[in-house]
């Protein structure tokens, strides 16, 4: 600051006074412009004034200037004179001359170069000091022990008795001995050239010193200095006021940024063209260090985005930009607002002052839980999340899938079509409602007798062709025999029409995937028939009902969808479908014939385009019927299964299996079954829609199984498992996993964590003993007995030393955690469905200050205490890992 001919500082302590500092101090107060402006007041922004309060002279050659921190003394300086003494004083606004100030005076005279008042422990107040072979650089007073300390001023300050009796109070409170002598002297025949204090550690502080080393001293040990590092970059030393672990200084034309964490070395050292006066980090901005040159009239300001520590090859990622706010006037010095964001005051040179704002970029900021917000600085200046009606239009599929995973979506275990009830898509309803189907099939043993895999989701494709994924692409596919049959009087008119259905095991299996059931289980059918009623589908029912050639239920469902849909108030066309139904006629030259193939392209009903298709068909062509694509896959599939020849039903399945790959429609899956052929399918619709938590609960419901080995499946499941973490889900995430490894035991990760014993070093768990004798060799629990009959372990089972206690009940930990284990006669390590002990008895202990005890206890101690239940210890250790929810 010796450079420095004009310096300004903000109060700490009132946000409209500061202080200008040369040859004399001026204490300015700041008024906002308006009508009733004081003549003597003096321009500083487009907005406010300053008006000059007090002006004190008494202190000549000063050098460093420091203004007291707390409001109880609010206009207390301590000024660092030439001569090295430190003196404490104030403004007087009536008379000049009436005042008194206190002097500290080092042994030796030589100059003071910085002089700052600890945040913390007020009292204290250190100076640094030039170089003196018998004298100490570092002097730490504290100004409440001296015998002569009076202080009697008058003015702006605290000439009040209020303000007298304030200070009478602090040295009260202290309740110190008088005493001349420092308290601290650092820095024997060294020169101090900067320093200041750590706001979070009062009793240390940071120094460079002798022109060639940073030095941070604890008071509590003054034999030696804490830590050091070799720099030049001595200069303007000051700490980052949210991260204490990094200091900024400078030499010359150089500003380097430290960590004391790695102090051997700079993080970063940023090179200016001119020599630098000033460095401050900025109070009110998180990571923003500002610089002011030499006969500058710019204030570079360098936003820090990282630093990383331990690496030798990355650096911070630094964002410059300047502030220019007098033009081409060069600026003296610069000072910022303590509590105001980006409010800077600047003066030139000549004693101009200047009040400015350092606007922030606008920043864009999407959290995981899709939040999107817009900030500059401090500001909120719009936010919108999935409450706003803005995401409607967006149709957000993270949001569906943060929603649906609150609601245990896939994770319904039991009745798997409940899953299908938490979405509002229908395709994964239908696939839900599809794998609920064939779990039943499944367990019922209906399709074990055809079926000749362990796999549990089987598809059409497969059931009808065989393993299609083992045969080469250009070999027929062998098929099951088929027969024919004719159906008469479908109509119940009189007359008849003959209709070549198919039939085999292998097509009623198929139909059951479809969920239409056998043929000749009626039953099945008129349920399904009854669903669809219930749930308004009266035009896919007909549409079954004619396809299974029962034109008279046809005919009654179709009427009573009009008279649900008329009690609705809606326009309804059924009747006149129904009446046209009614009309039907075997004859393809017949007018009815005519006319409904003319208009079954008007009907806006795939499912009504598709039942006339079916009934105007020619020569047992259904083309028309199969290329409906609005219509249901498993119906289209069933409705195959049933009209089609053994060479068209294969061709066609191939074919439409085919198309629902490359489109990524999950209705493929019907076909492709939960099999190695559905991967390339349920990748195509990963990645048009992105919706890996459908894909990886699928995953899910297919173990064990080598479908969950694949590299795209794992990839899936561990983008969810990702995606919960960042939702901070941990429950759906817990769950999640213990179905996962329940399906697949061979995947069960190992534990990372151990309680080893603080003696021996070895773990206290007798099972891993237990393992290491037998041909386990992959740890698979947490803490276990080492006997069926042993149920604690209150000692080391290596060196047989004690165990920790618990803070609270004060017994020896030991009682054994997680599942009950055992060995089997072949030796392999088995798990039985038993706990060993309760979640209560489990021993837990802070990763911070490591005590702990039974979790019961922890818990309780915790609920009407904040810090840790062990004596002398301040940790609170419950709010450490205490997270905002998402």
């Not at 109880?72 to 404490?88: R, S, T």
């Not at 509002?424 to 794998?435: F, G, I, M, N, Y």
């Not at 004060?810 to 055992?822: A, D, F, K």
């Amino acid at each position: 600051m010796s450079s420095l001919k004009l310096d300004i500082l903000w109060s700490p302590n009132q946000e409209d006074r500061f202080i200008t500092f040369g040859t004399d101090l001026r204490l300015y107060q700041v008024i906002s412009k308006d009508g009733n402006q004081k003549p003597s007041a003096i321009n500083i922004s487009e907005k406010t004034m300053a008006v000059l309060l007090s002006v004190n002279s008494d202190n000549q050659y000063m050098k460093c200037v420091s203004w007291y921190p707390k409001p109880d003394l609010c206009n207390l300086l301590a000024v660092g004179l030439e001569n090295g003494k430190a003196v404490l004083t104030s403004f007087n606004g009536v008379n000049l001359a009436d005042h008194l100030s206190r002097e500290f005076v080092p042994r030796h005279t030589r100059p003071c170069n910085s002089i700052a008042w600890n945040p913390v422990e007020c009292n204290l107040l250190a100076a640094g000091l030039e170089k003196y072979r018998t004298d100490y650089a570092i002097i730490v007073w504290d100004v409440t022990k001296s015998p002569s300390f009076q202080i009697s001023v008058s003015g702006d300050g605290f000439y009040f008795p209020e303000k007298r009796q304030a200070f009478g109070n602090m040295m009260h409170d202290h309740a110190f001995q008088p005493s001349s002598r420092a308290v601290v002297e650092l820095g024997l025949s060294e020169t101090t050239n900067s320093l200041q204090w750590f706001g979070n550690q009062p009793k240390t502080l940071v120094c460079g010193m002798n022109n060639k080393f940073l030095k941070i001293f604890d008071l509590r040990d003054t034999s030696k200095h804490h830590n050091v590092t070799t720099t030049k970059a001595v200069y303007g030393v000051c700490v980052d006021p949210f991260f204490e672990h990094r200091l900024a200084s400078f030499v010359e034309n150089q500003v380097v940024l430290w960590d004391v964490r790695n102090f051997e070395k700079p993080v970063i050292t940023l090179q200016e063209v001119r020599h630098i006066a000033k460095v401050a980090w900025c109070p009110t901005r998180n990571s923003t260090l500002s610089s002011l040159a030499r006969e500058s009239s710019f204030i570079k300001m360098y936003n820090i985005q990282q630093v990383s520590i331990g690496s030798d090859e990355i650096e911070p990622t630094i964002v410059e930009h300047s502030v220019n706010p007098f033009g081409q006037h060069s600026l003296s010095s610069f000072a910022w607002h303590p509590g105001q964001e980006n409010r800077m005051l600047t003066i030139t040179h000549s004693g101009h002052v200047g009040d400015c704002t350092v606007f922030d970029r606008i920043t864009l900021n999407w959290s995981p839980t899709s939040e999107i917000v817009w900030t500059q600085g401090r500001r909120l200046l719009q936010c919108v999340d999935s409450r706003d009606k803005f995401y409607d239009c967006l149709n957000d599929l993270s949001i569906k899938m943060r929603q649906r995973a609150i609601l245990d979506y896939g994770l319904k275990m039991e009745q798997l079509w409940q899953n299908g009830e938490l979405v509002e898509d229908p395709v994964l309803r239908r696939l839900w409602s599809w794998l609920d189907i064939m779990k039943s099939l499944w367990e019922e043993g209906k399709l074990k007798s055809v079926v000749k895999t362990d796999v549990k989701y089987e598809g059409v494709l497969t059931v009808i062709g065989g393993s299609s994924h083992t045969t080469s692409k250009t070999e027929q596919i062998a098929l099951s025999s088929s027969s024919c049959s004719s159906i008469e009087n479908v109509n119940n008119f009189g007359t008849s029409h003959r209709i070549t259905k198919y039939s085999s095991e292998e097509r009623d299996r198929a139909l059951q995937l479809c969920g239409w059931g056998r043929p000749s289980d009626r039953t099945s059918l008129a349920f399904l028939l009854d669903r669809l009623q219930a749930d308004k589908h009266f035009e896919r029912a007909s549409m079954i009902a004619v396809f299974n050639l029962d034109i008279r239920s046809a005919i009654q469902i179709l009427k009573k969808g009009a008279l649900v849909q008329s009690s609705l108030g809606k326009e309804s066309n059924l009747n006149i479908v129904a009446m046209a139904l009614s009309g039907y006629s075997e004859d393809d030259n017949t007018l009815w014939g005519e006319t409904c193939g003319k208009i079954r392209s008007q009907l806006k009903n795939p499912y009504l385009r598709a039942m006339f298709a079916f009934l105007t068909s020619e020569n047992s062509n259904y083309d028309e019927v199969l290329k409906e694509n609005d219509v249901a896959v498993q119906d289209r599939v069933a409705f195959a299964c049933i009209f089609l020849s053994d060479n068209k039903l294969m061709e066609f399945l191939t074919k439409l299996t085919e198309t629902m790959t490359e489109k990524g429609y999950l209705d493929g899956i019907l076909l492709t079954g939960l099999t190695v052929d559905c991967l390339p399918l349920i990748q195509k619709y990963v990645d048009l829609t992105g919706d890996v938590q459908t894909a990886s609960l699928v995953i899910l419901h297919t173990m064990p199984s080598n479908l969950s080995q694949d590299q795209r499946a794992q990839s899936w499941v561990e983008s969810y498992q990702q995606l919960l973490d960042r939702w901070r889900l941990w429950h759906q995430r817990a769950v999640f996993d213990i179905e996962w490894y329940k399906a697949n035991p061979s995947s069960k990760p190992p534990p990372h964590v151990f309680v080893s014993c603080n003696f021996c070093g070895k773990s206290v768990s007798s099972y891993l003993q237990m393992l290491g004798q037998g041909h386990c060799s992959r740890p698979l629990a947490r803490l276990a007995i080492p006997a069926a009959n042993k149920s604690k372990t209150s000692c080391c089972p290596g060196c047989r030393k004690p165990l920790p206690r618990c803070a609270l009940c004060l017994t020896n930990m030991g009682t054994p955690s997680g599942s009950c284990w055992r060995r089997t006669t072949d030796g392999k390590i088995e798990m039985k469905d038993k706990k060993l002990s309760k979640f209560s008895s489990w021993f837990t202990w802070c990763q911070s200050c490591r005590h702990g005890g039974h979790s019961a206890h922890i818990m309780e101690w915790f609920i009407d205490h904040s810090e840790c239940p062990v004596t002398a210890c301040n940790c609170k250790c419950m709010s450490l890992d205490s997270v905002n929810s998402g």
